[in-house]
């Protein structure tokens, strides 16, 4: 199956800094990436939807300025935590669409901790 | 909005043994998506098995099979000869432009 690459794996950072998330699909190309947030023992949340050369687009409730998204390739997508905060630590997932309708496959997540 | 329902929290099979885990939806499309995910506890998302709406065979993948009930809208995941390697939270999703995830069932395998 089609393989998605997220880097890093896990970061811990101080409050206030920033934090970038990479996402790449590595032997594909994906018009189309998706950025989900999970609590332990929950469900994945979408934060906001990757189209690559398009600006974002953002669930309800998602602070767009605070998570920013680029879309500047066709295999890359980053996810930018601005001045995060302890309320901003969670596990990052991002997701990229494969084929017309082959589902989505993801990459192995992020577990953001702030201090 | 299309919403996902899975009813089961957590579910506990024994080893060798069969589960069934639930998921219904709701939807107002004719043609769509639905797929089972793993998610382990390493946390990596794995694609279980697809379905298209159109298709009334059931798919199958090895020891996971689909009791696809589109007038119901219920879309049950089947595990046979259940492993330990099982063990982890399942999530039923559709999809049209883009994925909705119930809220997981956690399946533990016991040895």
């Known amino acids: 199956g089609a393989v998605v690459s997220q880097h890093p794996s896990r970061v811990i950072c101080k409050s206030g800094t920033s934090v970038k998330i990479e996402c790449r699909s590595l032997?594909?190309?994906?018009?189309?990436m998706f950025w989900y947030r999970q609590f332990p023992k929950q469900s994945l949340m979408l934060m906001a939807t990757?189209?690559?050369?398009?600006?974002?687009?953002?669930e309800q409730g998602v602070e767009k300025d605070k998570f920013l998204i680029n879309h500047a390739s066709l295999t890359l997508s980053t996810l930018t935590v601005t001045s995060a905060h302890p309320e901003d630590s969670s596990f990052y997932i991002c997701?990229?669409?494969?084929?017309?309708?082959?589902?989505?496959?993801f990459g192995s997540g992020t577990q953001l901790s702030v201090l | 909005a299309q919403t996902v329902t899975q009813s089961q929290p957590e579910m506990s099979v024994q080893e060798a043994e069969t589960v069934t885990l639930s998921c219904t939806y709701d939807t107002s499309e004719s043609n769509y998506y639905l797929f089972w995910y793993k998610q382990p506890p390493s946390r990596q998302m794995i694609l279980v098995i697809r379905q298209e709406a159109y298709k009334q065979q059931n798919a199958t993948e090895n020891r996971f099979s689909v009791n696809f009930q589109k007038a119901a809208k219920s879309f049950s995941l089947k595990i046979s000869d259940s492993q330990l390697g099982d063990t982890a939270m399942y999530f039923c999703?559709?999809?049209?432009?883009?994925?909705?995830f119930g809220a997981g069932t956690t399946v533990t395998v016991r040895a």
């Open positions: 032997d594909f190309q994906a018009t189309t």
């Open positions: 999703a559709f999809n049209d432009y883009k994925l909705s």
């Open positions: 997701s990229a669409k494969y084929g017309s309708n082959e589902g989505l496959f």
């Open positions: 990757s189209n690559e050369g398009s600006k974002a687009t953002y």
